[in-house]
């Protein structure tokens, strides 16, 4: 498996699993640009890097789709093409439905779908125009079983693999590939700055969160995900895993298991 000279575009690069993408995919002799809303977070992401002059840093901020056309431009100019778009930022959710103000709702689909796609759109021009390109996104297990306390996010996760396996069959024809990745849980901190139902963070750690996979092991399973263009990939533990097979064979299995559930 190598990158060597595929420039690749990170969104979510400034901790968690876009950090330890980031650096792995260095490794593996990649042309990177690193983005999310911290400038500074960013640049100890490059640093972190095995080669930092093949690190370019963009700030971006998933709300402000507005901006997008003109920063995509940015990144082709950089390396003079974009490779791989990797959609990695996000936000998630820990409060009940019925306590979640609706303003936290709309956030959350701004920054994980539309913004996600919005960012996608402005790429797929310059894939279309190069006959090639490669879309990998990080959704959820969530994204394909929704979990108490993760309403909102859920609802986020499902629509981007709505949307991606849609955009999948529309441009097999023009080499453009897809891949949808599924984590379940990494231990980032994502619980931590997680929303909860009045808008602020979260500011803990969840028990499952602290004790799920590595963000370094993660990122050398997304890389080979990426790398073998899976169209969708489970990286989780075997309950993760166990929970989506359940809910397609066994569905009122599943709907007693879940109701039971309160995911800390």
Known sequence: MSFRNKVIWITGASSGIGKALAIELSNQNALLIISA?????LEIVK???KNP???WIIPLDLEKDSTFNEITQQAVNIFGRIDILVNNGGISQRSLASETHISVDKKIMNVNYTGTIALTK????HFIENKKGHFAVTTSMVGLIGTPLRSSYAASKHALHGFFDSLRAEVYDTNIAVTL????FV??????????????????????????ISPERFAKLMAK???NKKEEAYIAGFKEKLGV????WFPKVFSVMIRKLRVT
């Open 53 to 55: 002059k093949n690190v």
């Open 225 to 227: 995900a990426i790398h």
């Open 122 to 125: 402005a790429v797929l021009p």
């Open 187 to 212: 231990s980032t901190d994502i619980s931590m700055n997680a929303l909860t139902g009045d808008g602020t963070s979260q500011k803990k750690m969840d028990t499952a969160t602290a004790n799920g």
């Open 181 to 184: 990745i599924c984590p379940g």
């Open 37 to 41: 809303r911290n400038k500074d977070s």
């Open 47 to 49: 640093e972190s890097c």
């Open 245 to 248: 097979y359940v809910k397609r």
